[in-house]
Structure formats: C-alpha cells, structure tokens
C-alpha cells in the first residue's frame, strides 16, 4: 500500500511540474506568436505531456527528439522555425547546463581531426544513393540553388553551377581542383561547358563510386581524400558546400591548403552557409542526426582564416534561395518517399522532414545564410565581381 500511496502522491507533483514546464516554454514562444494546441499551421500539437519538460531539459536536441518519436505535429514546421528563430528563441539552449558543457568541449576541440572527419562521410552522404536521386535534381547538386531567373531546381542549379565557373573566370586548358566534390556536378559542369580538367575531392566511398561511374566520358578524376593531404597546383579551386564540415580549429588549415594549390594568380571560390555571429559548435540534433561535428562559419571567420595568404575579392549572400532549395528538396522526398519507405522506415522520415524544413525556417528567418566569397593569390589584376 505504502508503494501505492507514493506513487499516487506523486502524480499532483508531476502534473504540477509538466504545467510549469508548459507556462515557460509558452511564454517564451509567445513573442513568435506560437501557441500549443492552437489553430495556426505554425502550432504545435502535443500528443505527449512529456514534452515540456524534455524540451526544457535538453533545449533543440529534446524537441527534434519529440517530434521523431511523435510526441508533436506541426502543419508547417518550417514556419514554426522561422517565427522561433526572428525572435531568436533557440538561445534558451545557453541557459541549460548540460548542453552549453558540450558547447565549450567543442570550442576547445579540434572535432573534425583528420580522423574525425570521415564521420560525416559514412554518417550521411553514405545514408544511399536511392535517397539522394529522389530528392536533388539530375546534376545531384546537394546544395543551395541559384533561382534567380529560375522556375525549377534544375534550372536554379544549373544556374549556380555557371555562375560559380563565370565566377572563377574558366578557360579552357585550365586545371580545377573541386574539394567536398559531392557526386561530382560541379566538376562535370566545368568539364563539358568551359573544357577544363577537373580533379574532384571527397569523403564519401558513395560519392566518389557514383562520380567515377557517372562520368568517365570527361576530363575528371574523383578520390575518396581528405582536403588536408593535397599538394598539388591548379589554376583555380572551387569548395561548394564543404566548409560547414571543416570546423573553426581547421579553417586556417583550409586556407593554407588552398594557398599551395593555387597558381600565382589563381582564384578560389568558396561556397558555404554562414552565420550572423561566430559560432563554435553546432545544433545538438542537427550534429547528433544530421552532419555530425558540423559548424557554421561566420563571414568573419572565414575571411581572418585567409589573412595574409589570400585575397577576398567579392562576397556574395544569396541565402533566401536555400529556403527555396530546402523547400523544393523537401517536396521531392515526401512526393517519392512510397519509393524509398523499403530502406527508411517511419522514424528516418520524420527525422528528414524535420531537418529539412527547420533549416528552411532558418534561412527564411535570415539566422542562416549562403555566402559565395571569391578569394585571388599574388593577383595584380583588377577582379570584376559576376552576379
């Protein structure tokens, strides 16, 4: 009976402490306008009280966690993240002990050694190849489109593929070095339209397997190699949607590579989501279920990395088109998830769903950006910026 007593006595305790947790969380979304259980597409629709609290205790990792396990739904998330992030909400993650340990253990960290960085290779761009063709556009482009004059991701990545090779001033008989190549579109791109020979660099086995199949009709080589092993000399480098794996220990590292790459002359075009502040780690979920040890570089950090080795020649924002981009990839998986559900059961689904459209909140709400910086080595002639 004693057993009995204790635990009946303790339910007013827990509902009391659920309420608690409640009242916070809805006051601190109240500023975005968003309300539990209410009637916007924006609202979130709880289905387990344990939320509050669990959101309390572990801040963005505890809420991406509920919603892959179906504690909450959300019309439209991506919404939900915009209006959280305008008002800059996710900072109650700096008020939990535990989370902002991890935060200082990775500011003091190389988290992306040598060793470490083929982490996110076999974590997520080795998740499937099935997934990735059913989600990008044919050139398998896996990062933020062009849409200016553009009604269609293919046409927008066409369109960023062009200007990044107008960009670094392509001709033919040069030599390109592509690092983070992906499944080589870029590399292909520059090849066929402006005659270059490529040499493409990645992480991930499935990448590089899929870019040597695809196009071995062109002037292109892909390696499963880490950026830091190059020596070799190009004409021009181009890094697209890499840097955000490089990490803040490792930027000059990074710059230093590109210098002894480059040719006198030369010209490196680095394309990579920023941030508005210096930041020094990543969202715990999107590190834990999305790109572990990912860290978004701010504007300034990218360019001090380069001090005295290169020069930042043009800069670049286009990040409302990565809303566009994520959006649009986002409408491919769910459109042909009946074709994937073999491989990715229920729980990968809301995980990618939530990845997907939280980011497209956060460029929407201009917490994240896409930035193209253009840097020259030992250039003596004037640069003309390409839009």
Known sequence: MAGIDSGASAQPALRRATTAARDLLQQLLMPAGVCFNGDKPWDLQVFDDRLYQRVIRHSTLGLGEAYMDGWFECEKLDCFFERVLRIHADQFIYNNRRLLLKLLLSRHMNMQTFARAWQVGKKHYDLGNDLFKQMLDSTMSYSCGYWQNAQTLEQAQINKLDLIC??????????????????????????????????????????????????????????????????????????????????????????????????????????????????????????????????????????????????????????????????????????????????????????????????????????????????????????????
């Open 166 to 387: 107008r960009k670094l001033e392509l001709k033919p008989g040069m030599k390109l070095l592509d690092i983070g190549c992906g499944w080589g579109g870029l590399s292909a791109y520059a090849a066929e339209h402006y005659q270059v020979s490529v040499v493409g660099v990645t992480i991930s086995e499935q990448q590089c397997r899929y870019a040597q199949d695809r196009y071995q009709h062109l002037d292109v080589s892909f390696r499963l190699e880490d950026y830091r092993s190059l020596n070799e000399t190009f004409d021009r480098v181009a890094s697209v949607g890499m840097f955000e794996h490089v990490g803040h220990k490792n930027y000059r590292t990074f710059m230093e590579v590109a210098s002894r790459c480059l040719k006198p002359g030369g010209l490196m075009l680095l394309h990579s989501i920023s941030s508005n502040c210096s930041r020094y780690s990543c969202d715990p979920w999107i590190s834990r279920y999305i790109f572990p040890n990912g860290m978004i570089p701010s504007v300034a950090q990218m360019t001090s990395a380069a001090d005295g080795l290169l020069v930042a020649e043009d800069l670049h924002n286009f990040g409302t088109d990565y809303d566009k981009t994520l959006m649009a990839w986002h409408h491919n998986f769910v459109r042909n998830y009946g074709l994937l559900r073999d491989h990715y059961d229920e729980r990968f689904y809301r995980m990618w769903t939530y990845y997907l459209l939280c980011c497209a909140g956060a460029f929407r709400a201009r917490d994240l950006h896409l930035t193209q910086l253009v840097f020259s080595r030992d250039r003596h002639t004037p640069y003309i910026a390409v839009r």
